[in-house]
């Protein structure tokens, strides 16, 4: 697995692509991209860093795994490319987009266009086999996205982390709520927003609010 990110994640990173267990995990992913269909595209397994630079990185959207189907995923958590079906979890978060800021629902579940904002979309688990949904889950993924929340959490100050479901809830601990704004609501998934869990979270409002307040320029949702 070739490691491709933008120069000052590479920076930030490149002890961690040393240590013994990623090493274990590329060779993983290798074989696994060589023997199984896996998603997403080789050159998409780290797309999430190279939208969002280091830098330019304001606001933190944790999913857990890539989509499983053909031609959804690409690199970034909740997103497909153009002309793929919108999923169910993504066309919520759009409905709550519409509710909270009067936005309309967009033709597209491409959302490179936060991305170029400064939102990093980050699975916990950068790939997976096709049409088995967790399958490279617990090889190595999970300690390499929980370092990268803890250095922008220690080398970044005013950063939006928007954990959705008991999951990306957890990661809450890794975070310094002294310098970062943490906000938590149910996930976006028919299951838990059709129970009440998710609709009325007010959080793209409540991230411009706080983006603005510390002198950011507010994402274009």
Not at 54 to 61: A, L
Request: net charge neutral; glycine share 6%.
């Amino acid at each position: 697995m070739k490691v491709e990110i933008h120069p000052r994640w590479k920076k930030e990173l490149d002890e961690e692509f040393e240590k013994p267990y990623f090493q274990n995990l590329a060779a993983f992913v290798k074989d696994e991209y060589a023997n199984h269909k896996c998603f997403p595209a080789g050159k998409n397994i780290f797309a999430a860093f190279e939208y969002s630079t280091f830098e330019n990185t304001k606001v933190v959207i944790l999913g857990q795994d890539p989509y499983h189907g053909v031609n959804q995923a690409h690199g970034l958590c909740f997103s497909v490319k153009e002309n793929v079906a919108v999923p169910p979890s993504l066309i919520n978060i759009f409905r709550e987009i519409e509710n909270d800021l009067g936005k309309p629902v967009p033709d597209t579940g491409n959302l490179e266009r936060w991305a170029k904002q400064g939102v990093l979309l980050l699975n916990a688990t950068l790939t997976v086999r096709a049409h088995q949904a967790g399958s490279h889950q617990n090889k190595g993924w999970e300690q390499f996205t929980d370092r990268v929340i803890e250095i922008i959490s220690a080398e970044k100050e005013n950063v939006v982390f928007l954990l959705w479901g008991g999951y990306a809830k957890r990661k809450a601990k890794k975070i310094d709520a002294s310098k970062h704004l943490i906000l938590t609501s149910g996930h976006p998934s028919p299951l838990s927003a059709n129970r009440g869990y998710w609709f009325g979270n007010k959080h793209f409002s409540k991230t411009n609010e706080y983006l603005k307040s510390k002198g950011e320029e507010p994402i274009d949702w």
